[in-house]
């Protein structure tokens, strides 16, 4: 019962309460500022618009949760899609397309996360704290930047600007409506997961430790694998997601979205240097963007300037998040940690 409670305690302690206080405060500012807002079709509107968001910051929260991250995930979307684009252009079927270029973000998931678990199995030990943690964070930021790079190349050759998908494939407001909620249940799915189950453990663990050699190698390659595999797939659905949304498919889908998805989960708990934060938090993070988005745009900001702002406000709050994290870590470090091996 005491470790259950501890257990409890320690993620209780993980939320992100000045998000939720900062979120809390605007809500009732846009509120009295600007009281459309709130109404029910707003509210609908920002529901089926945060979606594209959540399903990126869903794949990038599970990833930097073992210790890594994903800068790789806005362009995985637009080439996934254009992959779409570029079969429904040569008259493949919608299904075969989606199917294909899931697959593909399947494929460059996993390439990804087996170097870079490769990568860090190779890594030297250090004495120095700070130098372990630089080197660990290095694998995962040099290759998805190279396969950013290489998305973005592939992503630049294709001549295609935007494709239609049909009548065939027109969603109405409902079926959004429909599918925001099914990824909101996925969302609670994967939360439980990574809460109860010993993948889920095996990944906290990732995230906590100082060298991955002290797992086997399997372990560590597999574990590493599967986020990146996971953050692949959900890029991949959010670039359908946005695709039914337009009614046609863009290479240019996932353009500037990399950095939201990070601030995203980090102003949600997510600790940057891993293995810390409830997952949840990440829907919190996507909650407080997705609202200050829609105030801004209500109250006559033009898209740069409320760009600059959002940037300026989730930047602020990171940091403060991750000031609450490190010494919420600091606080923990002589607690000994359950073998997840």
């Known amino acids: ?79 996934s899609t254009m992959i779409m684009g570029v079969l429904i252009d040569r008259e ?88 925001s909620f099914f990824v909101f249940i996925l969302l609670l799915a994967l939360w439980a997961i990574l809460e109860v189950t010993k993948m889920g453990k095996r990944i906290y663990a990732l ?13 560590v390659t597999l574990n590493t694998v599967i986020v990146y595999m996971l953050s692949a797939l959900f890029a991949g659905l959010a670039g359908l997601f946005v ?16 950095e939201i998805t990070i601030l995203a989960a980090i102003i949600g708990g997510i600790f940057l240097r891993g293995g810390q934060g409830m997952f949840i938090g990440v829907f919190v993070g996507v909650l407080f963007y997705q609202i200050l988005r829609t105030g801004l745009i209500i109250l006559g900001f033009d898209f740069y300037t409320a760009r600059a702002v959002i940037f300026i ?5 990171a940091v403060i998040n991750t000031g609450q994290s490190i010494l919420i870590r600091r606080a923990r470090e002589k607690v000994p940690q359950e073998s997840v091996a």
């Open 207 to 219: 995230g906590n430790a100082l060298s991955v050699k002290e797992f086997p190698r399997v372990s």
């Open 1 to 79: 019962m005491n470790e259950k409670k501890s257990f409890f305690q320690r993620r209780i302690a993980e939320l992100p309460y000045v998000t939720i206080f900062f979120l809390i405060v605007m809500c009732f500012n846009f509120y009295f500022i600007a009281p459309i807002m709130f109404s029910m079709i707003n509210i609908t509107n920002m529901a089926i618009q945060m979606t594209f968001i959540l399903l990126l910051g869903m794949g990038q929260a599970v990833v930097m949760l073992s210790g890594n991250v994903d800068l790789s995930v806005g362009a995985i979307v637009g080439t």
């Open 243 to 258: 695709a039914f949304r337009v009614g046609g498919i863009s290479p240019f889908f996932g353009t500037g979205v990399m």
């Open 313 to 317: 406000v989730l930047i602020i709050l």
């Open 92 to 179: 493949v079927s919608l299904e075969v397309a989606i199917i294909v270029a899931l697959l593909f973000c399947l494929v460059v998931g996993g390439i990804n996360g087996l170097l870079v678990a490769i990568c860090k199995l190779l890594l030297p030990t250090t004495k120095s704290k700070f130098f372990t943690l630089v080197l660990l964070k290095l694998p995962a930021v040099v290759i998805t930047y190279i396969m950013m790079r290489i998305l973005i190349g592939l992503r630049g050759m294709s001549t295609l600007r935007m494709i239609p998908l049909g009548e065939g494939a027109r969603l109405d407001r409902s079926t959004f409506l429909i599918i």
